[in-house]
């Protein structure tokens, strides 16, 4: 819901998504006839009035002079410092609420509304429109929304639902761990896997779309097939475009090439997945014109087990395509290179992972819950580096009292998960890669709060357990098998802001031959 393929070329930065939260969901206020001083708070509360204000001229002068437009991340520990807990976003007479602790985002999603809106999404839901698409549970709101999600979380965010796909899972690591030692033997030291990104993209891709279309694409063959080819370049080409329209007023789609382009990559995109659903579809057809029960896991369950119209599959299905590829391949990145700069903790993974799969044996999802340290690894490096370092939220429903202060509905909030998870004050010396932080062993762990990435409640990611399950198998197996080192050409590797925490470079590793490994 990247440092890869598509925002290695797509320079989408999270200014998107604060420009979104500000001036967008503000114009949503406007066209609402809603006003965010309208109710009255009781005389007790402080209102928006009492707290610190940056104008958002302000905002962007630091994002294009002070060079914070790619490191939008560090840009709230900074504004944090100046402003505090808690401050006001202002653009002409509407506003922001800026929440920057752990306290505040807490009592936000404690209170958040029975249908959370996280602000508006009309470029997206627009292209829908005019195609006769139906929306998915990126784009769709209020009640719909609702309905939409209970069809969608069946048979995906449960944990027993998500052990259902181990077996693809397993054949998609399978492949991939054959790819690492393919590219290993084509390097001059035998043991280099260059532009891993680039690869864990291609990994978390095919593994998404194994379960979301139930086939194989061909992400992970040495020659990538023409179509699957420009579905990739469709994503990042529709992403692209997403933020350069985002900041531009609909007039200029007259004059300039950028709404067509953006067109045209949401073509791509819809037209290889809707080839794939149909595909099964007739496969399904078939099956019941023969009297034969349909067998199939996700989509065929969507397909034959559901009312969903076959417009709404589709958009469904391209929404959370799109969104399951990120987490995945952004975070196996960041934790192969946490791990290589921590190799006290890699070994103490190794060792944990040694002591459950024996011999060639393939890790299992019960193999999983018995490794308490694996699952702390990934959940520290999202820490670390949150998939996304901002999220909004639109009050569309109540007045709400945050902090002590009294906001009407119609306030847009947006929380700074980046900034919360680098608070000392929750994770002593946060700058460190400490696992053991989150090992249920007796000792107090942070408050969950402090790193929310797959977000809470009700609009929390609903593939949430199967980007887990993809991690942890994935980095199981490959930790078992290879010793994972940075390639020291490299060098010091920072994060940039791109829609998600991505690399300022490309990044390569060295994966050695453990001994014994032979799967």
């Not at 100046?82 to 002409?92: A, N, S």
């Not at 306290?103 to 602000?119: I, T």
């Not at 279309?213 to 529709?238: H, V, Y």
Request: aromatic letters at 10%.
């Amino acid at each position: 819901m990247a440092g890869h393929l598509v925002l290695r070329s797509a320079e989408t930065t999270t200014l998107r998504l604060f420009l979104r939260s500000t001036t967008v969901s503000l114009d949503l206020k406007r066209s609402a006839g809603g006003n965010v001083t309208a109710s009255v708070p009781p005389g007790s509360l402080k209102t928006e009035a009492d707290l610190p204000e940056v104008t958002l001229p302000t905002i962007l002068y630091r994002l294009i002079f002070k060079g914070y437009y790619n490191r939008m991340h560090e840009l709230q520990l900074y504004e944090k410092q100046l402003y505090g807990p808690m401050y006001k976003i202002r653009g002409g007479n509407n506003h922001t609420i800026a929440l920057n602790t752990v306290e505040l985002l807490e009592e936000l999603m404690r209170k958040d509304d029975k249908y959370p809106s996280r602000g508006d999404m009309a470029i997206w839901t627009e292209y829908r429109d005019m195609n006769g698409l139906g929306y998915g549970p990126i784009t769709e709101e209020r009640e719909k929304w609702s309905k939409l999600r209970s069809v969608l979380n069946k048979r995906m965010l449960h944990p027993k639902d998500s052990v259902k796909y181990e077996d693809m899972v397993n054949e998609v690591v399978t492949d991939f761990v054959k790819r690492i030692r393919h590219l290993r033997k084509l390097s001059s030291t035998g043991d280099l896997v260059p532009n891993i990104s680039n690869e864990l993209y291609r990994f978390s891709l095919e593994g998404i779309s194994r379960i979301l279309f139930e086939t194989r694409i061909g992400c992970l063959e040495n020659k990538i097939p023409a179509e699957t080819q420009n579905f990739i370049d469709s994503i990042a080409q529709m992403l692209t475009y997403t933020v350069v329209l985002s900041l531009l007023p609909k007039w200029t789609r007259n004059y300039l090439p950028f709404w067509q382009r953006y067109i045209s990559g949401w073509d791509g995109i819809f037209t290889f997945a809707c080839k794939l659903i149909d595909r099964k579809m007739e496969d399904i057809q078939k099956r019941l014109d023969a009297g034969q029960e349909v067998a199939g896991e996700y989509l065929s369950y969507l397909l034959s087990s559901t009312n969903m119209s076959k417009k709404d599959v589709y958009g469904s299905v391209a929404e959370l395509l799109l969104a399951g590829v990120d987490t995945t391949s952004n975070t196996m990145m960041w934790a192969f290179y946490l791990l290589s700069q921590n190799p006290k903790v890699q070994d103490t993974l190794y060792q944990e992972v040694n002591n459950i799969i024996k011999g060639d044996k393939i890790p299992t999802a019960e193999d999983i819950n018995n490794m308490p340290f694996l699952k702390a690894v990934i959940k520290e490096t999202l820490r670390i580096y949150p998939v996304v370092v901002m999220n909004a939220r639109l009050s569309s429903e109540n007045d709400k009292i945050i902090g002590g202060h009294f906001f009407s509905k119609k306030t847009t909030f947006v929380m700074h998960h980046y900034a919360i998870s680098q608070d000392e004050t929750i994770f002593p010396e946060p700058r460190l890669f400490k696992p053991e932080r989150w090992v249920r062993d007796g000792r107090e762990r942070p408050t969950p709060f402090g790193s929310i990435p797959f977000g809470f409640g009700v609009r929390g990611c609903v593939g949430k357990r199967i980007a887990e399950l993809e991690m942890h198998l994935a980095l199981a197996r490959i930790i078992k098998l290879f010793e994972v080192k940075l390639d020291p050409n490299v060098g010091e590797i920072k994060a940039l802001s791109r829609t998600v925490l991505v690399a300022d470079r490309t990044v390569n590793f060295h994966f050695l031959e453990r001994k014994h490994a032979t799967t």
